[in-house]
């Protein structure tokens, strides 16, 4: 059995989803494996018959009729997950989605920290989208306060959890409990019931011919000391894909590393050789955001891409994707794999 892997190369807005949608376009697959972040991801998929989503939760083969499957290491978001579901059903897709048990689930009270936290900074943030992941993480590290998929499969009592966490715990990271929390718990409550209804239980080694998609960029990865604390709280790179590949008994792995043929940001952090002249691309995905800011710019150095994408590989064959060319020409000397916007318009070289 053989694995896809499709991983941002850059600070993440390479183009991911368009990639996961061509290959599985190209080559078939059994599933779509989310194997890192949750629903902070924006995966872009246009068909060539012009339907657009912005993809979060779910996987980026969902056009396509692929199942989902989240693993253990994504951040499960009920809030989120059903704003998206209802996005996508309107395009007449229903997609079918899979989880792991171990799968961590993010409160509404986990937004609200992560908000609270991220204001008090200024103009020292972090680069944080809002949505409670890394304090889905830092909760987490409480076994008490800890909830994941298998919780809310096996219906257990979330309420008196719930109350510390908008009391003890949200005046611990901040100061101050959640105000009129308990219509939100009932509600949140109701939204979890529903979310463990839709979702169906899985493990890694029943994805047969799966995709990896990947979340963010390597850039962004959690131990990247060079951009830290701007980073985000995951492995960006082979490390889960890794540990998954070997749950499922797959040896066989192709990774395609995704570039635009510039470098972006979009949040906090620095931005090397950045460029404030760049700032007529169009991106109907990355608009102004209260919390990451505007996307910004600079050239890419290709030498340093190649370096990084071959040491996460750590093999000898892998593959690159660059993207957006229609929005910027360079010349080089590297073979280059050149896509365009919708997987019609994709060509491997």
């Known amino acids: 059995m053989k694995a896809r892997v499709v991983i941002g190369a850059n600070f993440g807005d390479e183009g991911k989803g368009l990639i996961t949608d061509y290959l599985c376009a190209k080559y078939g697959a ?40 989240l693993s253990q290491f994504f951040i499960l978001n009920p809030i989120m997950f059903f704003k998206e579901l209802d996005e996508i059903n309107l395009l007449g897709f229903k997609p079918i989605v899979y989880a792991h048990p171990n799968c961590l689930v993010t409160t509404f009270a986990d937004m609200i920290i992560n908000q609270r936290i991220e204001n008090a900074r200024g103009h020292l943030r972090h680069g944080s989208v809002g949505l409670g992941i890394g304090e889905t993480i830092e909760r987490s590290n409480i076994e008490s306060l800890k909830i994941t998929m298998s919780d809310l499969w096996n219906g257990r009592n979330l309420k008196d959890k719930l109350r510390e966490i908008c009391t003890k715990y949200a005046e611990f990271r901040t100061g101050s409990i959640i105000a009129k929390y308990e219509p939100m718990i009932d509600n949140y409550i109701k939204g979890c019931e529903k ?15 799966p995709i990896f998609e990947g979340a963010q960029g390597l850039l962004l990865d959690q131990n990247n000391a060079e951009f830290f604390p701007h980073v985000t709280r995951s492995n960006t790179g082979m490390k889960n894909v890794r540990v998954l590949c070997e749950q499922a008994g797959i040896k066989d792995i192709d990774i395609y590393y995704v570039s635009r043929t510039y470098l972006t940001r979009h949040g906090a952090g620095p931005l090397p050789g950045e460029d404030p002249s760049l700032t007529s691309f169009h991106d109907d995905t990355n608009v102004p955001h209260d919390y990451q800011g505007v996307m910004r710019f600079a050239p890419i150095n290709l030498l340093d891409l ?25 010349s080089t000397s590297c073979d280059i794999k050149s896509y365009g916007p919708t997987r019609k318009d994709v060509e491997l070289v």
Not at 36 to 59: C, D, I, L, M
Not at 312 to 323: F, L, R
């Open 195 to 209: 979310f463990a209804e839709y979702i169906f239980p899985l493990g890694i080694d029943q994805c047969k011919e």
């Open 306 to 330: 190649y370096a990084r994408c071959a040491t996460d590989a750590n093999k000898n064959e892998w593959n690159i994707a660059i993207t957006h060319f229609d929005q910027l020409e360079i």
């Open 30 to 69: 059994g599933m779509v494996v989310r194997f890192n972040g949750g629903s902070q991801a924006g995966h872009t998929v246009v068909t060539p018959e012009g339907k657009r989503h912005v993809f979060k939760h779910f996987g980026s083969g969902t056009f396509l009729n692929i199942p989902t499957f």
